[in-house]
């Protein structure tokens, strides 16, 4: 199950014939600098080439009127004189003899790709194609777009291929107004677009643009807008709003597939975004859609106008859908005042729509009058003081580190009558651990748990910890006779020389009594238990009063509580314990192994219970990279708990600050 990879140099052959500083950006480079990155760095050879092909007008007509089709179709014979006449009904937009031929392959390399996907010839893949789709609408180019790939793709793969349900992330940071429309009132199609906005000040200024377009009829909720309302913007806050809206929604949509507007403007140094979000934030916005709609996701490209930033956002992509280790992502800063405000906004318009966001924002009020006018003269001296700034093509930033796949991916650590899984490497034989950590061991409870290897288990786990710490190993599983004293004994015993921060993520509930204030480990643990007491800031009870087994009680926990907070905290190893009994399902399971793949370069030692090996299948699957199943019940409306999750995560916003999803001056 490969990567696809789709370009051609065909979509490289046509460019701005006459003067126009609005059109100035989009040139024929960045499809071949995007390539050529791919090229250079190896990654185009680890990715299954597909052609494009053509879209045929059957297949642009899903999309687009006839008369707009007819009109197009006679670009390939104008004059100049006529193109640009052509050109001028248009916004933000050119045309050339050749592009016509581009449009066409364009939208027929996101055919491509969705009938690679979906037909599994390979698991995901992104299509390199010029023009750009996600602004053109069915009787109009724009915004650079001739036609509308993406949305294209997302009929094509409803028509063709029985997808039911598509999920379309739009993270360009241009709002992707022909998408908004083309699936308003259709439920089957959720849209999600976050976007440089600035009060409508901003391309393409329309009013629907803003967090209450919610769609149309019975397609309300399924159009998700998250407006910017200024620039700047950073890590931190594309991963709040992924955590936040798009995640928890997306899971409960349940995609059959996810098609992503892959634009690249949204990143640091783009002269029309004028974000700071750095190129590495890609590879993490790409893997938390990974383990959606089983693995099966498109990335088709739309804009991007800083050749290098873009080029080194393309490479953060593409590494990613291969299945690489995750850059870690250091020194994230809060949630700015801004971005907290239009969070804020998005999730109390889109609460009664998603059952996952009923009690988004419970206790904050909506008087919002005074603080936003505060807010409002903020923004302004903001947008002021930015104009003196120097350009963003002038902007640095340092290059994303490499990210190296360590030569063993997982690992075992099982008592020699236990099978090992496929795929995965029995560790049998470690080095002497030496004295003094030998009786530190002898100390612990092992042996009293009656394990008379005891110490050889440990020794082995030293020495995988050791190996994840130098990359050697990628993560691994291990099964012990008494998982809470494996967890005490990791975490002092075998990490203290190793690690600076251990997040440790307990699944159920089981005692660990010891010392957590130093901020060596950050514990989660979440458990069916409701009495449990958040003792300090390291360690966080999450407690979901129906269990484990609450599907929708375990989504919010990951999206609203560990997530954010393992970004926050930024561990050098995931300690993931599963106690026997929890009552978490098996595709449960192997998401959250899935999901916190994010933290620690991808370094998870996960420890399960010897009697609990019911579920090695399903652990080994997702250590090894492969894609969660889809978690089908959230479909079916199941209770909740009434919003003690948020409460809690309320109470922890003053020690975590990306769990906040408002503003202080709107609340
Ligand atoms: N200062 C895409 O990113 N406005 N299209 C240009 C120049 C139009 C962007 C103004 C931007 C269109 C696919
Ligand atoms: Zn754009």
């Given amino acids: 199950m490969g990567t696809a990879l789709i370009y051609d140099e065909e979509m490289t052959k046509y460019k701005l014939l006459w003067v126009d500083p609005a059109c100035k950006i989009e040139v024929p480079e960045r499809l071949s600098v995007s390539y050529e990155a791919l090229v250079r760095t190896g990654l185009s050879d680890r990715c299954v080439s597909v052609p494009p092909r053509e879209a045929l007008d059957a297949e642009i007509l899903l999309v687009h009127s006839e008369e707009y089709l007819e009109g197009v179709k006679k670009t390939p014979h104008m004059t100049l004189e006529d193109l640009k006449e052509f050109t001028l009904q248009y916004g933000d937009v050119y045309f050339h003899p050749n592009i016509y031929h581009c449009a066409k392959l364009a939208a027929g390399s996101a055919l491509q790709l969705v009938d690679s996907v979906m037909t599994g010839k390979v698991r995901n893949g992104m299509a390199l194609v010029r023009p750009p789709g996600h602004h053109s609408m069915r009787s109009a180019a724009s915004g650079f777009c001739v036609f509308n790939n993406v949305a294209i793709a997302a009929r094509y793969a409803k028509q063709k291929h029985g997808a039911e349900r598509v999920l379309i992330v739009d993270w360009d940071i241009h709002h992707g107004q022909g998408v908004q429309y083309c699936f308003e009132d259709d439920p089957s199609v959720l849209y999600f677009s976050w976007h440089r906005y600035e009060h409508q000040k901003f391309w393409p200024n329309l009013r629907e643009s803003d967090y209450d377009s919610v769609g149309k009829g019975s397609g309300a909720g399924f159009n998700v807008n998250v407006p910017w309302n200024e620039v700047g913007m950073e890590n931190s806050d594309y991963?709040?709003?992924?955590?936040?809206?798009?995640?928890?929604?997306?899971?409960?949509?349940?995609?059959?597939?996810?098609?992503?507007c892959?634009?690249?403007?949204?990143?640091?140094?783009?002269?029309?975004?004028?974000?700071?979000?750095?190129?590495?934030?890609?590879?993490?916005?790409?893997?938390?859609l990974m383990n959606l709609a089983g693995g099966k996701l498109c990335a088709v490209l739309e804009g991007g106008y800083n050749l290098t930033s873009l080029a080194q956002s393309v490479c953060q992509t593409v590494q990613t859908l291969l299945g690489d280790p995750l850059p870690q992502l250091a020194n994230l800063r809060s949630p700015c005042e801004s971005a907290l405000e239009s969070l804020q906004c998005v999730r109390s318009v889109q609460r009664q729509y998603w059952s996952i966001l009923k009690h988004a924002a419970d206790s904050a009020t909506t008087d919002v009058s005074t603080k936003r006018i505060k807010l409002a003269k903020a923004e302004e001296e903001k947008a002021e003081t930015a104009e003196d700034e120097r350009s963003q093509e002038e902007k640095v930033w340092p290059e994303p580190a490499e990210r190296l796949r360590p030569p063993v991916c997982s690992?075992?650590?099982?008592?020699?009558?236990?099978?090992?899984?496929?795929?995965?490497?029995?560790?049998?034989?470690?080095?002497?651990?030496?004295?003094?950590?030998?009786?530190?061991?002898?100390?612990?409870?092992?042996?009293?748990?009656?394990?008379?290897?005891?110490?050889?288990?440990?020794?082995?786990?030293?020495?995988?910890?050791?190996?994840?710490?130098?990359?050697?190993?990628?993560?691994?599983?291990?099964?012990?006779?008494?998982?809470?004293?494996?967890?005490?004994?990791?975490?002092?015993?075998?990490?203290?020389?190793?690690?600076?921060?251990?997040?440790?993520?307990?699944?159920?509930?089981?005692?660990?009594?010891?010392?957590?204030?130093?901020?060596?480990?950050?514990?989660?643990?979440?458990?069916?238990?409701?009495?449990?007491e958040q003792k300090g800031k390291y360690y966080i009870p999450v407690c979901l009063k129906k269990g484990c087994g609450d599907t929708v009680g375990f989504i919010q926990a990951v999206f609203g509580l560990l997530l954010p907070l393992g970004?926050?905290?930024?561990?050098?190893?995931?300690?993931?314990?599963?106690?026997?009994?929890?009552?978490?399902?098996?595709?449960?399971?192997?998401?959250?192994?899935?999901l916190l793949k994010g933290f620690a370069k991808g370094h998870t030692l996960v420890l399960m219970q010897t009697n609990d090996g019911a579920?090695?299948?399903?652990?080994?699957?997702?250590?090894?990279?492969?894609?969660?199943?889809?978690?089908?019940?959230?479909?079916?409306?199941?209770?909740?708990?009434?919003?003690?999750?948020?409460?809690?995560?309320?109470?922890?916003?003053?020690?975590?600050?990306?769990?906040?999803?408002?503003?202080?001056?709107?609340?």
Wanted: proline share 6%; charged share 20%; hydrophobic share 40%.
């Fill in 239 to 260: 991963l709040s709003v992924f955590c936040h809206v798009l995640l928890p929604v997306a899971y409960e949509f349940c995609p059959d597939l996810v098609l992503v």
């Fill in 262 to 288: 892959a634009g690249f403007d949204s990143a640091i140094g783009d002269p029309e975004g004028e974000m700071c979000a750095t190129p590495d934030i890609f590879a993490h916005l790409t893997h938390l």
């Fill in 411 to 532: 690992v075992s650590v099982l008592p020699d009558d236990a099978a090992c899984p496929d795929g995965l490497k029995r560790l049998a034989s470690s080095k002497d651990l030496g004295p003094l950590l030998v009786s530190r061991i002898r100390n612990r409870s092992m042996e009293d748990a009656g394990d008379a290897d005891g110490v050889a288990t440990f020794s082995r786990l030293y020495t995988l910890i050791e190996k994840m710490r130098t990359n050697e190993i990628g993560n691994g599983v291990a099964l012990v006779p008494d998982v809470a004293a494996a967890v005490e004994c990791v975490v002092r015993d075998l990490c203290s020389d190793l690690v600076s921060r251990v997040l440790v993520v307990c699944v159920g509930k089981e005692e660990l009594n010891y010392a957590t204030a130093d901020g060596k480990m950050l514990v989660v643990q979440i458990s069916g238990e409701d009495k449990e």
């Fill in 567 to 594: 970004y926050e905290y930024d561990p050098g190893l995931v300690l993931l314990v599963r106690v026997p009994g929890s009552g978490v399902g098996d595709c449960m399971w192997q998401q959250l192994i899935g």
């Fill in 615 to 667: 579920c090695m299948g399903p652990t080994a699957s997702a250590l090894l990279g492969h894609p969660a199943p889809p978690l089908q019940e959230l479909l079916t409306p199941l209770p909740d708990d009434g919003g003690a999750l948020e409460r809690m995560r309320e109470r922890l916003q003053a020690d975590w600050k990306m769990l906040q999803t408002t503003g202080e001056w709107v609340c």
